[in-house]
């Protein structure tokens, strides 16, 4: 049943119950009891995280989700059935106990999402006139945005995901529409993300004309509706995150409070959004990426203890990225950036921008030296550049 015909359903049932209730009768009402009785509300699926191999042995978990009898179909006499997601094998919630919901409630819903959004390189077929170069400066030109309007990290990469998933919807999109896409796509994800997002006139002003408030407002409905309004995935940002607070809690500690190096989270996120402009970055789930990431700047115990993830299913990533780690080693290291109305503990999750393109050729270079590499030929082309920071009007 679709979402509206059960709200016209529930609709014309509250209809009847009231024309029940103004219906006259007299003494009879009084008298007897009322035979109608409120209906239980709908009970929530229930999960459990069920060992397949002893503790000793170290081995993953199957994830099984158990709904309750009366969810079940009225052929299915036992009245209960198991559901298996796709051979997923996780180990069990490495969330510490929470106060305000269930740990392993809150790794279910993220495993799930893992499976609910798809994203694919493979939508460059459906598009003979993109070529790769033109989504990583796209990507690098949306981080800039994010950066001029204090966007946060989370804003940016649901930008990224909304685009890639779009473009895999779509067939032969032209290449003149692509930042139209994006800056609808990072629009979206600020009013989800932002509690103050930017207004479209704002996101307008940064195309330099070649958007304007209407063509924006008429793509956020072509791209949502292509996304079947499905706009909470788990971004690379958010797993990371995930893993180092759990990393850096302590017991006593509130969860939802940030307890890791501010220092060491930006420097991780740094290799996550060099890494993002690559179109092979889609090849891997987010959850591994991040893990990918976080393993560069710590020990691979430490990221199984946060992750559950084998090293079987985490080396390619981490191989992968070797020649871009290998690239911003060169480099100084990340700095903190102070804006002017972020507040300091804060700032680590405000995106930032850097020559993501420069560098990207220097690993571009690492990769055809490597005969293992698995190339991504990004070129450096027409750059979409917005106006100058001082420019830009000043967002409240």
């Known amino acids: 049943m679709s979402r509206r015909s059960g709200r016209n359903t529930l609709q014309a049932r509250d209809g009847n119950a009231l024309e029940q209730n103004t219906r006259v009768t007299p003494r009879k009402r ?4 009322s035979k109608k009785k409120l209906q239980p509300a ?15 042995e170290g081995g993953p978990c199957v994830l099984i989700e158990t709904p309750h009898k009366e969810l079940e179909p009225a052929a299915d006499r036992t009245g209960f059935k198991q559901y298996r997601f796709q051979n997923l094998f996780i180990k069990p919630s490495p969330i510490p106990r929470l106060s305000w919901a269930s740990s392993d409630d809150v790794w279910i819903k993220m495993l799930n999402k893992e499976l609910k959004y798809v994203h ?8 003979p006139r993109m070529q790769p170069k033109m989504r990583a400066i796209l990507l690098d030109w949306l981080f800039e945005v994010s950066e001029v309007y204090c966007l946060h990290r989370q804003t940016a990469y649901l ?15 032209n290449k003149d529409y692509l930042q139209l896409i994006g800056i609808t796509a990072l629009f979206i994800a600020s009013k989800i993300e932002e509690i103050y997002p930017p207004k479209v006139h704002e996101f307008a002003y940064v195309t330099d004309g070649a958007c304007d408030m209407w063509d924006i407002q008429r793509t956020e409905l072509i791209v949502l509706k292509a996304l079947d309004w499905n706009l909470c995935p788990e971004t690379p940002i958010s797993w990371l995150k995930l893993y180092s607070q759990v990393e850096a809690q302590q017991d006593g500690e509130n969860f939802l409070v940030p307890q890791f190096s501010q220092e060491t989270y ?23 990426l991040a893990a990918a990431a976080f393993c560069h700047f710590s020990t691979f115990d430490v990221v199984k203890k946060v992750s559950g993830l084998t090293w079987e299913s985490v080396a390619p990533c981490v191989r992968w990225m070797g020649p871009f780690m290998d ?22 999750n405000i995106q930032t921008h850097a020559d993501y ?7 571009q270079e690492r990769q055809m030296d ?20 001082t420019e830009k009007p000043t967002h409240p």
């Open 30 to 33: 009084k008298s007897e009891p």
């Open 266 to 288: 930006i420097q991780i996120t740094q290799l996550l959004d060099l890494c993002m402009m690559d179109i092979d970055s889609l090849d891997f789930s987010y959850s591994v």
């Open 327 to 348: 690239t911003l080693g060169e480099l100084p290291k990340a700095e903190l950036k102070n804006f002017s109305k972020v507040k300091l503990d804060d700032r680590h």
């Open 42 to 56: 709908a009970k929530k699926q229930s999960y459990e995280i069920q060992n397949c191999w002893s503790e000793q």
């Open 159 to 173: 930008a990224q995901d909304y685009f890639d998933r779009f473009m895999l919807t779509q067939n032969n999109v």
């Open 120 to 127: 694919d390189k493979s939508y460059l077929q459906q598009h």
């Open 370 to 389: 490597s005969p293992d590499s698995q190339l991504s030929p990004v070129a450096v082309g027409p750059t979409l550049t917005p106006p100058s920071s």
């Open 357 to 363: 393109l420069h560098l990207l050729r220097s690993v």
